[in-house]
């Protein structure tokens, strides 16, 4: 019988980064880490110092930093986020401190009480440089100088 012989086992997949949840009833004392999905429905008095996703649902209360890749806030966190690729900020949600990250969402009602850093606007700004205003004038066609040395505007009558 070749439907009961024993099969080769199925190799597993590469260890992947779990997902988290702190529940609305749950309030927690100290930092979190870790390399997956982080999802607070609760309290949080406290940083988390490394995640990639975390979500902050709008019963969540955060006092302390929020340092990940992705960063969706629903609720109230009294602290700096820091984002590394997206921060999005839900129309329930009231974030009183600085928001550093490569691009934001700002939903209408969602409140930001403190600075925002857009990184990746910053990085492109260190790299370009102004061009000096007599460039743009003569890219514009404007105030160049003719074969005579003069300006091409209208001084002569």
């Not at 309290?43 to 969706?72: F, H």
């Not at 934001?104 to 440089?129: N, S, T």
């Amino acid at each position: 019988m070749a439907f009961l012989k024993r099969r080769p086992p199925v190799p597993t997949a590469a260890a992947t980064p779990g997902y988290s949840v702190l529940d609305a009833q749950l309030a927690v004392v100290g930092d979190l880490e870790t390399d997956g999905t982080l999802r607070i429905d609760g309290k949080l008095r406290g940083s988390i110092r490394r995640a990639d996703l975390v979500i902050l649902g709008a019963t969540a209360e955060i006092e302390g930093d929020v340092v990940a890749r992705e960063v969706i806030v629903a609720g109230a966190v009294i602290g700096n986020i820091d984002a590394a690729e997206r921060a999005e900020v839900q129309a329930t949600a009231v974030v009183t401190g600085d928001i550093a990250t490569g691009a934001v969402l700002i939903h209408e009602g969602g409140a930001v009480r403190g600075r925002l850093l857009v990184r990746a606007h910053e990085e492109r700004a260190r790299v370009m440089r102004p061009t000096p205003r007599s460039m743009r004038l003569v890219a514009a066609g404007g105030g160049t100088a003719t074969a005579a040395g003069a300006t091409g505007s209208d001084d002569a009558q």
